[in-house]
Antibody, heavy 122, light 115 residues
Framework: EVQLVQSGAEVKKPGESLKISCKGSGYSFTSYWIGWVRQMPGKGLEWMGIIYPGDSDTRYSPSFQGQVTISADKSISTAYLQWSSLKASDTAMYYCVRLDSNWFPEGSFDYWGQGTLVTVSS | QAVLTQPASLSASPGASASLTCTLR?????????IYWYQQKPGSPPQYLLRYKSDSDKQQGSGVPSRFSGSKDASANAGILLISGLQSEDEADYYCMIWHSSASVFGGGTKLTVL
């Protein structure tokens, strides 16, 4: 069974750093792109970027380029999303997603993690 | 102007059909895109429903009932998610998505109320 299991909720202060994780299981982790999707409170879905764990090829949405860093450790089948300096506007639910296609940029996000709620407040 | 525009809300009765639209920005031709659809219920992550480009290029998500289907309205430059035989459990937010300029783009979502 394919599963994406994300790390738990975080409460941080503005200016702090953070790294959240997404562990894949039940499939070949290095053979599928893993992406991140943001959902701000009461709002819609926004694609942030994606990584191919097999070779660490990483692409970012122009809206998030320079704002976050996506990485992966294929030895433990885990992808990461990190911030160096959080802002209150980073408060959101973050989902990791698996892309069902090898042919980036194409394909559906066929599996979703359960979400990690990040709250940034002074 | 947003790349993808969805009506904010839609209401329909149980047993009826609902047609959810996803309009592409002028200059972006719906005929060249696969449109992906996702369903999100409160407190849960989104789930993939289906993709539609044409009758010969479409895919139903795993376990998704056949009463969910996709189509296009070329004259309106829009993708359509049709849900037939509406059930109370279909009440959810629905998002369309395309891959545009090597990036995934979501519509703003439609909240479907079944009453």
């Amino acid at each position: 069974e394919v599963q994406l299991v994300q790390s738990g909720a975080e409460v941080k202060k503005p200016g702090e750093s953070l790294k959240i994780s997404c562990k894949g299981s039940g499939y070949s982790f290095t053979s599928y792109w893993i992406g991140w999707v943001r959902q701000m409170p009461g709002k819609g879905l926004e694609w942030m970027g994606i990584i191919y764990p097999g070779d660490s090829d990483t692409r970012y949405s122009p809206s998030f380029q320079g704002q976050v860093t996506i990485s992966a450790d294929k030895s433990i089948s885990t992808a990461y999303l990190q911030w160096s300096s959080l802002k209150a506007s980073d408060t959101a639910m973050y989902y990791c997603v698996r892309l069902d296609s090898n042919w980036f940029p194409e394909g559906s996000f066929d599996y979703w993690g359960q979400g990690t709620l990040v709250t940034v407040s002074s | 102007q947003a790349v993808l525009t969805q009506p904010a809300s839609l209401s329909a009765s149980p047993g009826a059909s609902a047609s959810l639209t996803c309009t592409l920005r002028s200059g972006i031709n719906v005929g060249t895109y696969r449109i992906y659809w996702y369903q999100q219920k409160p407190g849960s992550p989104p789930q993939y429903l289906l993709r539609y480009k044409s009758d010969s290029d479409k895919q139903q998500g795993s376990g998704v009932p056949s009463r969910f289907s996709g189509s296009k309205d070329a004259s309106a430059n829009a993708g359509i998610l049709l849900i037939s035989g509406l059930q109370s459990e279909d009440e959810a937010d629905y998002y369309c998505m395309i891959w545009h300029s090597s990036a995934s783009v979501f519509g703003g979502g439609t909240k479907l109320t079944v009453l």
